[in-house]
């Protein structure tokens, strides 16, 4: 079983920063993706950011130029920096990783989350 668990949400005010992280963990044999997610309250989730186990990396146009995701491979670790916050950035953030278990298996779980709100 393969878990994902996020942290580093919180209250910030306009123009600040947060930092999030989420690790996987379980038995993975490798990873070849992770990303986050952020939704609101009646609305689906939608990518914030993502990137590949080697460095490919694909942005929302809202947080292009704010925002900058890395993966730590060694870690199993994925984070997710967010600069000049604005209010339209609150919402709950979710972790995903797409993860090879072995023998030609694959999981994607979600991790619970981790609430931003940036204030005005």
């Known amino acids: 079983q393969v878990q994902v668990a996020e942290t580093g949400g919180g209250l910030v005010q306009a123009g600040g920063s947060l930092r999030l992280s989420c690790a996987a963990s379980g038995h993975i044999a490798s990873i070849n993706a992770m990303g986050w997610y952020r939704q609101t309250s009646g609305n689906e989730r939608g990518l914030v950011a993502e990137?590949?186990?080697?460095?490919?990396?694909v942005y929302a146009d809202s947080v292009k130029g704010r925002f900058t995701i890395s993966m730590d491979n060694g870690k199993n670790t994925v984070y997710l920096q967010m600069n000049s916050l604005k209010p339209e950035d609150t919402g709950r953030y979710f972790c995903n990783a797409d993860v090879n278990l072995g023998g030609g298996l694959k999981v994607k779980p979600w991790g619970r989350g981790t609430q931003v709100t940036v204030s005005s």
């Open positions: 990137t590949t186990s080697d460095g490919r990396t």
